[in-house]
């Protein structure tokens, strides 16, 4: 057990596989609760196997993984809280409701400061809170954290992982590439979230205008066939993509790798990016799949997803669409209209960007299209876009 929890805090090992090897109630109420923390259906599935074995424990842990599997994230959260109010040094319910957090857009710095209070020499606390101030702007504090995690525990992925946002957020790319060259020993070989790091490598590059650089990162580093990975992949690509940068088949590859997650309809932010791959690459058969699973899942009632595909993933999804087949101006129009609660979609500033990143390219096509109809060049309008 306490092998999984430090996998599972460090971001970096199997922690489920260590958790499935321990005996006992607390070993199946953490497999619950590292199955839930993940995007993949299937692990959402499974959880809900694991937590019919434990459901009948008396334990506000229980509790919370029962909101969770009936899709309600929101409330598992506030049962976290809860118990972090009993006890501010209980480190899985911190540890789950950060990550839930992070999938609904809403890092909680309140939390983790009153877990930092009782705890000012963990690690993990540190780099958790760390992550929640960078998100909430306060780049230097969130910095300073970050550090002294790395200082107590060096193998910390999401201390490094916090301070990498800073240095984008801060627009560091130079020493961005230094400091994460300097370090890769120590984040490297760890699974989806090292592949998560090396995104965050090759955006210094592309920032840099660097873009061979970011795609040495991409073929090197990120060839994984996780949900995460996957997720990075895209995320890489699309912002390629959209810079009109030259990709070969990468596209039809990384598309190949999503079609079996096509019809999930689990996470909205999973879906935005497998229609990233399926546009660029012209999968118009899978573009239509994810689409009409997203109609489905909008049809029906319940659960956290429901809400944040029919407020933000179906239409930004429309919109990847329109991009794809070229109508600009339904694609700008689409994401402009997104509404302010777009960023409960989930994920941090530095990948939600990405819908922005998008509509500022189709308003460039718009007008660029517009001057080409009417005999002008199109560069004189490229930057007013």
């Known amino acids: 057990m306490k092998q999984a929890l430090h996998a599972f805090l460090c971001h970096r090992g199997d922690a489920l596989a260590l958790a499935r090897r321990a005996d006992g109630a607390q070993a199946r109420l953490l497999e619950a609760s590292l199955l839930l923390c993940s995007r993949d259906r299937r692990d959402f599935e499974r959880a809900g196997r694991v937590y019919a074995a434990v459901k009948d424990e008396r334990s506000p842990h229980v509790a919370a993984l029962g909101a969770a599997v009936d899709g309600d994230y929101p409330r598992a959260s506030r049962i976290y809280d809860e118990i972090l109010a009993e006890d501010p040094r209980d480190l899985l319910a911190l540890a789950v409701a950060n990550v839930f957090d992070y999938y609904l857009g809403n890092p909680q710095a309140r939390r983790t400061s009153k877990a930092l209070a009782a705890q000012p020499d963990h690690h993990a606390v540190l780099s958790m809170h760390a992550f929640a101030l960078e998100e909430g702007g306060d780049y230097a504090k969130a910095e300073e954290l970050a550090r002294r995690a790395l200082e107590l525990e060096p193998l910390d992925l999401r201390a490094h992982h916090a301070v990498s946002h800073v240095m984008e957020m801060q627009g560091r790319f130079h020493e961005g590439v230094r400091w994460m060259g300097e370090r890769s020993a120590w984040w490297s070989g760890a699974g989806p979230a090292s592949t998560h790091l090396w995104w965050h490598l090759a955006l210094y590059h592309l920032e840099l205008g660097q873009a061979e650089h970011a795609l040495a990162v991409y073929d090197r580093r990120m060839q994984g066939e996780g949900l995460s990975e996957l997720i990075d992949a895209s995320a890489l690509l699309w912002r390629l993509h959209l810079r009109q940068i030259p990709l070969g088949d990468r596209f039809r590859v990384l598309a190949a790798r999503w079609s079996p997650f096509a019809e999930d ?39 956290a997803n429901q809400d944040m595909t029919r407020l933000v993933g179906l239409p930004a999804c429309r919109a990847l669409a329109a991009f794809g087949r070229g109508d600009y101006a339904g694609a700008e129009r689409l994401l402009r209209a997104l509404p302010p609660v777009a ?20 308003a460039r096509e718009k007008f660029a299209n517009r001057d080409v109809n009417r005999g002008q060049s199109p560069v004189s309008l490229a930057y007013a876009a």
Do not use: K, P
């Not at 118009?284 to 319940?302: G, I, K, P, T």
């Open 265 to 303: 309809a689990h996470c909205a932010f999973n879906d935005l990016h497998a229609m990233m791959a399926f546009v660029a690459a012209g999968r118009r058969d899978c573009a239509r799949r994810l689409l009409a699973a997203q109609e489905r899942r909008v049809a029906v009632s319940w659960g």
């Open 343 to 362: 960023h409960r979609i989930g994920g941090s500033h530095a990948q939600r960007d990405v819908l922005q990143l998008t509509r500022f390219a189709a």
